[in-house]
């Protein structure tokens, strides 16, 4: 196209397919998403569905003990991470891997593009538990119309996302869309939009700033070490 380098809206530009067309391995691994983003969140029903893909359990065990790695402690079965590491870090744990699977065919800068997303969005809440854990996922859904080339109304109906995030992905609008849109605002370099929103949001351009450097850290820590 005449150019080296593209920004992260070129890369999650979806190519629309239809229901029918979608891989049957990919509708499985959105059953496992569905099962991760469910609330109440249900441990059985997760380790269920892990545990029937022996690749899925290697490598979500190789995570868990890297996470474990400074206690001593070998992690040696889904049921044992899941105790071992809590609510919330198991279904990060999940749902990187579940993206990893899903981006296998699109460029690795997709993957890069929601991981960062994810992060800066969780860090920018860290003081809000349930909002954190929310704006996580928002980053991580806002590439799936892209990874699985649907559109965004299919993702949220299958993955049965909350209003909040619905909200968020489509008008930028609600509890998180404030904090959505300074992620695209960021991502594109608006420096006009990003003033904007930390201005609404009442936030530190410093600590944002940071937010983001660190969420950069956090995705290439993720592909070079668990992919």
């Known amino acids: ?21 979608i891989n049957p391995s990919t509708v499985t691994i959105l059953e496992l998403l569905k099962v991760t983003f469910n609330k ?5 029903s997760l380790i269920e569905k892990v545990e029937k ?10 995570l868990a003990n890297l996470r474990c790695k400074t206690s001593n402690k070998e992690i040696s079965s889904i049921s044992q991470a899941v105790i071992y590491l809590g609510e919330e870090t198991i279904k990060q744990f999940v749902t990187v891997l579940s993206l990893g699977n899903l981006s296998e065919n699109k460029p690795s800068e997709l993957l890069s593009v929601g991981l960062i997303r994810g992060k800066f969005l969780e860090l920018l809440l860290n003081s809000d538990k349930k909002l954190r854990e929310k704006g996580y996922l928002l980053g991580i859904v806002s590439i799936f119309n892209a990874l699985i080339d649907v559109d965004t109304a299919f993702v949220i109906k299958e993955l049965s996302l909350g209003d909040t995030i619905k909200l968020a992905l489509e008008t930028q609008s609600g509890q998180l869309g404030d904090y959505y ?3 695209l605002k960021v991502e594109t370099n608006d420096f006009v939009g990003i003033r904007g929103c930390i201005n609404a949001l009442k936030l530190k351009e410093r600590f944002v700033m940071d937010c983001y450097v660190q969420a950069i850290a956090y995705a290439d820590d993720i592909q070079t070490s668990y992919m």
């Open 53 to 62: 893909d022996p690749s899925l359990v290697a490598r979500l065990l190789r």
């Open 1 to 21: 196209a005449g150019a080296d380098l593209f920004q992260g809206y070129y890369f999650t530009k979806p190519q629309l397919l239809n229901f029918k067309n």
């Open 40 to 44: 109440p969140f249900e441990f059985a």
């Open 181 to 183: 849109l300074l992620c």
